[in-house]
């Protein structure tokens, strides 16, 4: 049971990026699934949530910025981040809760962040 976050990289501000939590090992259908950031220096804060419903909730320094969406079919979730901003600038990891929305929507800790993947906004 395993999840994946890729697609950081290196932008400029005013970019985008499409990262991508792919689950191997079991399916993600009843599953929410939260996105979640570490910058240098700072605890972890939850970015989004997507329900097994397609509800979707956001921290509100990323409202009308980023989006994030599911393909059951192929077992990923994703974070479309527009309009980037150097305070992006982080490690992004994903999380994801068998039937508990409630865990997803409040950014419940989890045992095992795997390894993330960075994101780095210049300016």
């Known amino acids: 049971v395993q999840l994946q976050a890729s697609g950081g990289g290196l932008v400029q501000a005013g970019g985008s990026l499409r990262l991508s939590c792919a689950a191997s090992?079991?399916?993600?259908?009843?599953?929410?699934v939260a996105w979640f950031r570490q910058a240098p220096g700072k605890e972890r804060e939850g970015v989004s949530c997507?329900?097994?419903?397609?509800?979707?909730y956001y921290t509100d320094s990323v409202k009308g910025r980023f989006t994030t969406s599911r393909d059951n079919a192929k077992n990923t979730v994703y974070l479309q981040m527009n309009d980037l901003r150097p305070d992006d600038t982080a490690v992004y990891y994903c999380?994801?809760?068998?039937?508990?929305?409630?865990?997803?929507?409040?950014?419940?800790?989890?045992?095992?962040w795997g390894e993330g993947t960075q994101v780095t906004v210049s300016s």
């Open positions: 999380a994801a809760y068998y039937g508990l929305d409630y865990a997803c929507q409040n950014y419940y800790d989890i045992d095992d």
């Open positions: 090992g079991f399916t993600l259908d009843n599953y929410a």
């Open positions: 997507i329900t097994e419903n397609y509800n979707t």
